[in-house]
Nanobody, 122 residues
Framework: QVQLVESGGGLVQAGGSLRLSCAAS????????MGWFRQTPGKERQFVAR????????YYADSVKGRVTIARDNATNTVGLQMNSLKPEDTAVYYC???????????????WGQGTQVTVSS
């Protein structure tokens, strides 16, 4: 089992930046692809970013490409999401996920964190 705990969410003005962190425990995440998803009330969970198990490959949703960077540190069992030039439409609960076959489809993830709220004011 992998336990994931997100942190770093908060309230920021449009154009600002936030860095989200995801701390994993239970087992090493070095063999898992990691990802970030987001969700707003009444909508399906939406893919944001993915990083391969070794960190050599990243993939982003078109809506955040160029503004968001995902990174991981397998030595500390952590994953980060740097978000810049934030927009009000980025407001959501952000979830960290782990999966051996993690894709942009939420159902392909094996483990989830509890989420952290990001609110971007206009």
């Amino acid at each position: 089992q992998v336990q994931l705990v997100e942190s770093g969410g908060g309230l920021v003005q449009a154009g600002g930046s936030l860095r989200l962190s995801c701390a994993a425990s239970g087992r090493t995440i070095s063999t898992y692809a990691m990802g970030w998803f987001r969700q707003t009330p009444g909508k399906e969970r939406q893919f944001v970013a993915r990083i391969s198990s070794g960190g050599g490959s990243t993939y982003y949703a078109d809506s955040v490409k160029g503004r968001v960077t995902i990174a991981r540190d397998n030595a500390t069992n952590t994953v980060g999401l740097q978000m810049n030039s934030l927009k009000p439409e980025d407001t959501a609960v952000y979830y960290c996920a782990a999966g051996r076959r993690l894709t942009r489809t939420p159902g392909d993830s094996d483990y989830w964190g509890q989420g952290t709220q990001v609110t971007v004011s206009s």
